[in-house]
């Protein structure tokens, strides 16, 4: 991945995908699917091409459309296209962690309907029943914490103080 005229810039940048793509697999997931979107999370431009994946990241174009396609259907990249052009690119949203939150939401609240309608079938105070009540509290404790509306509060905090801050800089 690394070409003798990269800049520092341009080696940080590649440490960080090469780095988002391990914590990535440590999950369990594709190493190369993490680094597309690693390399999409730090990307500038309106949109990146197959083509450019492949040959920044060293991976076949199979592996692109295989893994892009499983990043579009699970929400963290999007396909766009650019006016008068024909083929496709990818995007990441600039806060994609704000939709994970919403498909974990539609995840949790899920499983937890799966655990109050499973709970009543299983032997009370037994290991299974211990198990599927805890899956059901846990799922509920998540749910009632409101990670989503918690995070757009904070992002909102955030802002407002970067804000006050260009507004309150000397020579303003």
Same mark, same amino acid.
């Given at each position: 991945?690394? +070409?003798?005229?990269?800049?520092?810039?341009? %080696?940080?940048? @590649?440490? #960080? /995908?090469? &780095?988002?793509?391990? !914590?990535?697999?440590?999950?369990?997931?594709?190493?190369?699917?993490?680094?597309?979107?690693?390399?999409?999370?730090?990307?500038?431009?309106?949109?990146?091409?197959?083509?450019?994946?492949?040959?920044?990241?060293?991976?076949?174009?199979? +592996?692109?459309?295989?893994?892009?396609?499983? %990043?579009?259907? @699970?929400? #963290? /990249?999007? &396909?766009?296209?650019? !006016?008068?052009?024909?083929?496709?690119y990818f995007v990441m949203d600039e806060d994609?962690?704000?939709?994970?939150?919403?498909?974990?939401?539609?995840y949790l609240t899920s499983q937890l309907q799966?655990?109050?309608?499973?709970?009543?079938?299983?032997?009370?105070?037994?290991?299974?029943?211990?198990?599927?009540?805890?899956?059901?509290?846990?799922?509920?404790?998540?749910?009632?914490?409101?990670?989503?509306?918690?995070?757009?509060?904070?992002?909102?905090?955030?802002?407002?103080?970067?804000r006050d801050q260009q507004q309150n800089a000397?020579?303003?």
């Amino acid at each position: 991945m690394q +070409s003798p005229e990269d800049s520092p810039a341009d %080696l940080q940048m @590649r440490q #960080f /995908v090469e &780095r988002f793509a391990d !914590s990535w697999a440590a999950t369990g997931a594709s190493r190369i699917e993490g680094l597309i979107a690693g390399y999409l999370l730090v990307d500038e431009s309106d949109g990146v091409s197959p083509q450019e994946l492949s040959q920044q990241l060293q991976i076949s174009a199979g +592996s692109v459309s295989s893994y892009t396609r499983a %990043l579009v259907e @699970r929400g #963290f /990249v999007r &396909r766009v296209r650019r !006016s008068g052009e024909r083929s496709h690119y990818f995007v990441m949203d600039e806060d994609v962690w704000a939709g994970f939150l919403e498909r974990e939401q539609e995840y949790l609240t899920s499983q937890l309907q799966l655990a109050v309608e499973t709970l009543p079938h299983v032997r009370e105070g037994g290991v299974a029943w211990q198990r599927v009540r805890n899956m059901r509290d846990y799922m509920s404790w998540l749910i009632d914490s409101r990670l989503g509306s918690e995070w757009a509060r904070i992002k909102a905090e955030r802002d407002q103080l970067q804000r006050d801050q260009q507004q309150n800089a000397p020579g303003r």
